[in-house]
Every structure is written in C-alpha cells, then in structure tokens.
C-alpha cells in the first residue's frame, strides 16, 4: 500500500500539478523544462565537477569528491524512500495529466532529481559561493521542471528540499572545509 497523502492535500496538489503541467502545451516551455531536467540528470553536475577539477585542481577534486560522496548518500535514500513509500506519479495518477518527458524510475516520492540538485548545491556552494548565480536558478529549475513535467507532486519537491538540506549540511558538519 502506497503511503500518500491525506485527501484534501493531495486534491490540492493534484490541481497544482495539472496547472503546471497545462503550461507545456507550449513548446518552447516544454523544451526549456525538458532541458533543464534532462541537465539535472546528472550531466550538469558531472560537467560541474569536471570543471572544477580543471580550473581549481586539487582544490577542485576535494570539492567534487565531496559532491560525489554526498551524490552517493543522496542516490542511496533516494532509492530507499521511492521502495518504502510507492507513492504513484501524478500522470500516472491522474490521466489529466501528461508525463512530457519519460520518468527514470516508477515512484513519485521524493525527487530524486532536486534531492541530488539540493544536495549538490549546498557543498558546492560551500566551496565556491561564487557559483549561487549559476547553481541556485538552475537548482530551482530542475525543482520546478519535476513538477511541469508531470513527473512530481510540489511535496515531492519540497520534501526532497528539506532531506538534500540536512543531508548537505550534515555532509559538511562530517567533512569539513579545509580552509
């Protein structure tokens, strides 16, 4: 038995979705989301680490061997809380809704997509806060694209928020910066 949410919430979030989701009738909103999540696959964030390691050094592979360690953790929950909960996505639960873009796994909860984008924020960020201009849109994107896309409920989003947070913030509490 799927664990969802009560009625009235999940009525709520169900209209928020198909609101959403309407907005990819238009092409070049659907490309722009598809993109942004198709990026947030990890590509993005692998050319990130690359980039890193190239222009910072062993500076740049500490930060993204941190990223890495943390990606791991994040993949791991992420998987064990898509088996325990089995929450049904919202095209598959609603047929108003579209999936405009192929999901990667059958779940809905939580995110996977934001809790690594989250998670891969907060210890880049932490070495490089000069990069929040490029990383906090996009992270907000991919965030936001799991939704228009039809793939996520907003408490999927929101949920995966709140775990990629503690889970960046305990990942720097457990390795800290050298600096």
Known sequence: MPLLPPDGLL???????????????????????AVISR????????LLMAALVLVDG?????ASAHMAATGVV????????????????PFAADLRIRAWVAP?????FPSGHTL????????ALAYYPW??????????????SRVVLGLHYPSDVLAATGIALLLGSASLQLMPLPF
């Open 58 to 62: 062993m500076d740049g592979l500490r």
């Open 116 to 123: 690594h984008a989250v998670s891969f924020s907060v210890v």
């Open 104 to 108: 990667l796994d059958e779940y809905s």
């Open 131 to 144: 990069l929040a201009p490029v990383l906090l849109p996009f992270t907000a994107g991919v965030a936001l």
């Open 39 to 46: 990026l947030g696959d990890g590509v993005f964030w692998y």
């Open 74 to 89: 994040a993949l791991t929950l992420y998987k064990v809380l898509k088996r325990w909960t089995r929450r049904p996505r």
């Open 11 to 33: 009525a709520r979030e169900t209209r928020w979705c198909r609101r959403a989701n309407h907005y990819c009738r238009r092409r070049r909103i659907r490309t722009l989301f």
